[in-house]
């Protein structure tokens, strides 16, 4: 049964896409016009939902609460979803780890029960993609490609215009290649071993801080914390500080990166690389090891061409705007 919430328009005046970041702990939503301005946003906690359809009616229902308080000159045209594992060929979420509901999960299908406006959803990072050609940096460019450095590592690629999702919906997974293959290697949630991610992420960086810990003698105050006390903004405080083994993390991490961006270039020879997220935060501590050890691993006739850059979207709402980007650019396609 549908809901009447916003499926016609009254005294339309301010068209708005609805950017859901559908995460494991918490799902946070937005309402979005054009220019990325956000107009009204609230969350709730996804871990809390047993039941998909019972989240998903939730969901809903605060939405159409948070669009009320905006007012009824507005035109909600879609609803774009980033979430773990993100199918946007059939708009279910497979096999994601971390959110309570298992397998595949129909996402816009039970979504649509309340609403028959289009639904959307994709991963995160490429939803970040679109977020940065409709909002961001990549304003006018054609090639490019977004490296997503939270928790894991996720990549958006854009060729010709075009994110490119693959056969299955499921392109792009730099993450899970191997950065270090063999059985000796870091394990990966993903079940394999020696995954770019298992370097190249905050996890990653804590457990290289760790590595370098138990091979050196170099005083640290981060010794004095456990791994769970760890996190990347403690260690990136540390080596703003000067602190040896902290700088030594992130230069590490750094070269892990730039010795896979230039396969990257290699196979997709893009303008630019942007790198988003709370790693990226980090600035020239990520960035110039990942340039010097991507120049320096690159084919001579890409040398010098690839710009590496921050992403442009707002930080704090990122992943909502990243979201919301799926619905203008499927309008404008």
């Known amino acids: 049964m549908y809901t009447s919430g916003f499926n016609s328009k009254i005294m339309t005046m301010k ?8 995460g494991g702990t918490n799902t946070v939503f937005g309402f979005v016009d054009r220019e990325g301005n956000i107009l009204g946003e609230d969350r709730l906690k996804t871990i809390q939902y047993d039941e998909i ?17 905006i ?14 594992m993100g199918n946007i060929n059939k708009g279910t979420i497979e096999y994601a780890a971390g959110i309570p509901w298992k397998g595949i999960v129909p996402l816009a299908e039970i979504f649509n029960k309340h609403t028959e406006l ?3 959803v994709t991963n995160d990072a490429n939803a970040a993609a679109v977020g940065e050609m409709i909002y961001g940096g990549a304003k006018g460019m054609k090639n490019f490609v977004v490296i997503t450095l939270g928790t894991g590592l996720g990549s958006g690629f854009v060729i010709d215009g075009k994110l490119v999702y693959g056969h299955d919906g499921f392109a792009g997974e730099i993450g899970h290649t191997a950065i270090r293959p063999g059985p000796s290697n870091r394990e990966c949630g993903c079940g394999r071993k020696g995954c770019l991610e298992t370097y190249v992420s905050a996890t990653g960086l804590k457990r290289t801080l760790l590595k370098i810990m138990a091979d050196s003698n170099q005083p640290s105050e981060l010794r004095k914390l456990s791994f769970e006390e760890l996190d990347a903004e403690i260690i990136h405080n540390a080596a703003k500080q000067g602190d040896y083994i902290a700088k030594r ?5 750094g070269m892990m990166l730039g010795f896979k961006l230039a396969d ?12 988003f997220g709370g790693l990226a935060l980090a600035r020239d501590l990520i960035f110039e090891p990942t340039k010097e ?3 320096e691993n690159l084919l001579s ?8 850059l921050p992403s442009e979207l707002s930080s704090q709402n990122a992943a909502v705007l990243g979201a919301s980007s799926l619905v203008w650019a499927t309008k404008e396609g």
């Open 15 to 22: 068209k708005l896409a609805v950017g859901i970041d559908l």
């Open 53 to 69: 359809e019972v989240f998903v009616a939730a969901l809903y229902e605060k939405i159409i609460i948070t669009g009320q308080r």
């Open 71 to 84: 007012g009824n000159s507005i035109e909600i045209v879609g609803f774009g979803i980033g979430a773990p």
């Open 118 to 120: 289009p639904v959307l």
């Open 249 to 253: 993390a992130f230069t590490h991490t």
């Open 264 to 275: 990257v270039v290699a196979h997709t020879n893009p303008e630019a690389i942007f790198l």
């Open 293 to 295: 050890y991507m120049e």
């Open 301 to 308: 006739i890409y040398k010098g061409k690839v710009k590496l």
